[in-house]
Nanobody, 114 residues
């Protein structure tokens, strides 16, 4: 059974940075890429960033140039480095595969506010 544990969120001022981590346990089907999603209050989750097994990355337009996804296959961990954070980045951040085929973790809250 695959489980995801996200961490690293918190309260940060606009323009600040955070690094999120997602530790995965269990065997993840290598057909799928890994991804970070976020969910705004009362809205569906949106895919923010993705990374293939080979390391190719993609981002939603709103975070391009500010966020960077990476992975450590040996540690079964995916990271999301976030910089130049904006109030509109405030959300709960989750990781999963793309498409999301496994159960969601608890997520990690990111709040960008002065």
């Amino acid at each position: 059974q695959v489980q995801f544990v996200e961490s690293g969120g918190g309260l940060v001022q606009p323009g600040g940075s955070l690094r999120l981590s997602c530790a995965a346990s269990g065997s993840i089907d290598s057909r799928y890429f890994m991804a970070w999603y976020r969910q705004f209050p009362e809205k569906q989750r949106e895919l923010v960033a993705s990374i293939t097994v080979g390391g190719s990355t993609d981002y939603v337009d709103s975070v391009k140039g500010r966020f960077s996804i990476s992975r450590d296959n040996a540690k079964n961990t995916v990271y999301l480095q976030m910089a130049s954070l904006k109030p509109e980045d405030t959300a709960v951040y989750y990781c999963n595969t793309g498409p999301a085929v496994y159960s969601w973790g608890q997520g990690t809250q990111v709040t960008v506010s002065s």
